[in-house]
């Protein structure tokens, strides 16, 4: 089968953006920047996604790169005999499969919101119906299918048009009009009453902010908004040449998704401030807060469908990149035709998301942890506690040891080309800190887990301490 080739390098930058750009970007980032005291958690949030972040995206782009080939067959390409690296191939198709049976759920859920402004139905109404509308959404098992199914339909319809004339093209517009949305509206959120008050608290560090709590959350943060360690980056360094380095191409990724992360804030804060919305609201202030904004704000109903027009380009924008992430595997292993792999995998991801979108009503009684749990969490957290930062480890193991690729592979095929390069005096700690770095991450992320309700492993250490 022949490998299919990215049509420019533009189109590679602003796909690898996209998978990145998601609703980790503009929904998880701006609540979670609202608990950990705004300004001081951008701050420690940007110095991680540095140190952290982009030495494993260059490592994902470099095994995919030099394999030409997706997850389910670098590892094998490029491993010494009777090593067994390659395992790690099915635990990373495993992983994007697992990561759209909610994501494409959660899409819909933007999708609705989209639909509903567009049509009026989120004006005019009441604050206390407004903050109806998102429990009565999950609640209907007709709404939550069908908007996924949308989502699902829509995505692999792109992905069969082919490499180019779909998805490439497709992705180039669609990032090209989130860009532009989003400087549009954050333009509108400096004219608002409270835009002083949002911004000094969005962007004024205060260090007496500072605890654990904020620390650690940032790092995941800046960690888990890249979707790292499941190959859904190698993918698309098996897609380009080798005319530039992959350090200077992940800085250009790196820079649009810490864009769209920012300037989300810059829209959201200035609002939340201007209509008296607690910015702490946690996961719900993207829904229920947000329409209350916009229900209360002069042209809102425009406004309010810009605003979930954007976030609708940002999350399938990351749906089109791991839905071909996922084709691309299947193909690899199966030989199938693009148009038939669409269809196939269309159907199989349809049926597998059917589990989250009806886990707020049909399986409302299913709680796999806390007793306000659905399914959706139990799969979170497999992917985002588990997969990605496990994932990740063996990424940095497999390019830094003797034992794997090693690490002078690596350094050629990540400096290939023209732009900076990676400096060879990085080795000791690509080796041994940031590991330690993921290790950390993956165990307090695991032990402050709320398995159940009020429980976590590190409270019930401590208990044992005590």
Not at 105 to 114: A, P, Q
Not at 140 to 166: E, N, W
Not at 183 to 189: K, Q, T
Not at 385 to 396: F, M, R, T, V
Request: charged share 15%; aromatic share 14%.
């Amino acid at each position: 089968m022949e490998r299919e080739k990215l049509g420019s390098r533009l189109g590679f930058i602003l796909l690898s953006a996209g998978c990145a750009i998601g609703c980790g970007n503009v929904w998880k980032f701006p609540w979670m920047c609202g608990q950990y005291g705004g300004g001081i958690f951008v701050l420690i949030y940007l110095l991680f996604l540095v140190v952290l972040g982009l030495p494993v995206m260059i490592m994902e782009f470099s095994v995919g790169r030099a394999s030409q080939a997706s997850p389910i067959k670098s590892f094998q390409k490029l491993e010494k005999p009777n090593h067994k690296w390659h395992l790690h191939g099915i635990a990373a198709l495993a992983g994007n499969t697992l990561l759209m049976m909610f994501y494409t759920s959660v899409s819909g859920w933007i999708l609705y919101y989209f639909v509903s402004f567009i049509k009026g139905d989120m004006t005019g109404i009441t604050n206390e119906a407004s903050a109806k509308l998102f429990g009565n959404m999950l609640s209907s098992p007709s709404i939550m299918v069908g908007y996924m199914a949308i989502v699902v339909l829509l995505g692999f319809v792109i992905l069969s048009f082919g490499l180019q004339k779909g998805v490439e093209r497709i992705t180039k517009y669609m990032m090209i009009l989130l860009l532009l949305l989003m400087v549009v509206l954050a333009i509108n959120g400096f004219t608002l009453s409270g835009a002083k008050e949002g911004l000094s608290f969005y962007l004024k560090p205060d260090i007496g902010k500072i605890d654990g709590n904020v620390i650690v959350g940032a790092m995941n943060q800046s960690f888990f908004t890249l979707s790292l360690g499941i190959g859904a980056m190698s993918i698309f360094g098996s897609y380009i040449g080798k005319e530039r380095t992959l350090m200077g191409e992940s800085i250009n990724i790196l820079i649009l998704d810490t864009f769209v992360a920012i300037v989300a804030g810059l829209i959201i804060f200035p609002a939340c401030f201007t209509f008296d919305v607690d910015p702490g609201n946690g996961p719900s202030l993207l829904f229920v807060a947000m329409a209350k904004v916009f229900n209360s704000m002069q042209g809102g109903r425009i406004w309010g469908s810009l605003f979930f027009l954007f976030m609708f380009f940002a999350a399938m924008s990351t749906v089109i990149a791991v839905f071909e992430n996922i084709l691309a595997c299947v193909r690899e292993i199966t030989n199938w035709s693009r148009i038939k792999a669409c269809i196939i995998c269309g159907i199989a991801i349809l049926v597998l998301s059917l589990p989250c979108a009806i886990g707020y009503n049909i399986l409302k009684d299913f709680h796999p942890f806390t007793s306000d749990s659905a399914i959706l969490d139990l799969e979170d957290f497999i992917v985002s506690n588990c997969l990605l930062p496990l994932g990740s480890l063996i990424y940095i193991l497999f390019c830094t040891s003797k034992k794997g690729w090693g690490f002078d592979n690596f350094l050629a095929e990540a400096n290939t080309g023209k732009g900076p390069k990676l400096a060879r005096w990085l080795r000791p700690y690509l080796t041994y800190v940031l590991p330690l770095i993921i290790i950390f991450v993956f165990v307090v992320g695991i032990i402050t887990y709320e398995f159940a309700d009020d429980f976590t492993i590190l409270n019930w250490i401590k208990g044992l301490i005590k």
